[in-house]
């Protein structure tokens, strides 16, 4: 069988721990070029509880600032903050037991991480988190998005058939629906922003709320 994972609010807890982080590195630097912000401690609780309900941190950023009343030139510091100018070091936690059960399942299992972003930062976010990228016999970064190719391109590659290939991840349309127009299992990590999900959904087989249920899932 070969598992094939996501990164972010899979693995690791990216909404959790590192989107904050984000958010106010973000909100420092527009504030550095010129944005008034009279109480910074304030319009970060304010920026965070945007992003509780928000689908990504470019729609908290671009909310946050047009209720400000802030300029199109902020919201492309945030942005580029928030996406491409952060620092190798950062925190970000893993999913709870995802070091002990990546390492349990890579004795049965193929296990296969396909992330969307960029090589370098997603690279280190894995790193950061603590886990073993050796635990994955292959990683693929899509910097476009793209996972269905990536899919199709690791079974063929490791020669498993439809039905031996089951994809997790906490994005519906991102992660899943790809895998399931090629026919794979797929299972939906209810985590992060998989949450405002809907909970059924015709590209979802199975559903689970932490990794340790998808341990017992797929040992079934």
């Known amino acids: 069988m070969l598992l094939i994972f996501d990164l ?18 973000a909100l420092k630097k527009m504030v550095k070029e010129g944005l008034s912000l009279p109480d910074l401690s304030q319009a970060i609780e304010e920026i965070q509880r945007i992003d509780y309900r928000s689908l990504s941190a ?11 009343g802030a300029g199109q030139i902020f919201f492309e510091i945030g942005l580029k903050e928030i996406y491409e100018d952060f620092p190798l070091a950062f925190p970000i936690a893993p999913m709870e037991d995802a070091i002990e059960i990546l390492l349990r399942l890579s004795r049965g299992y193929i296990l296969a991480l396909v992330t969307a972003g960029r090589e370098r930062e997603q690279r280190a976010k894995l790193k950061n988190a603590g886990i073993d990228s ?11 998005g793209e996972k269905g190719r990536c899919y199709q391109a690791l079974a063929e590659e490791f020669q498993i058939a439809s039905s031996g290939v089951v994809v997790c991840g906490d994005r ?13 299992r797929t299972i939906h990590m209810r985590e992060g922003r998989g949450k405002r999900e809907p909970r059924r959904h015709p590209s979802v087989d199975f559903t689970v709320n932490s990794l340790r249920e998808l341990e017992e899932m797929v040992k079934r």
């Open 8 to 25: 972010d609010d899979t693995l690791i807890q990216t909404t959790a721990t590192f989107t904050p982080f984000q958010l106010e590195r």
């Open 134 to 144: 050796t635990l994955f016999s292959k990683i693929i970064v899509c910097e476009k």
């Open 172 to 184: 519906i349309a991102l992660d899943l629906v790809p895998a399931k127009e090629r026919g794979y």
């Open 58 to 68: 470019k729609a908290t950023l671009s909310e946050f600032l047009e209720i400000r």
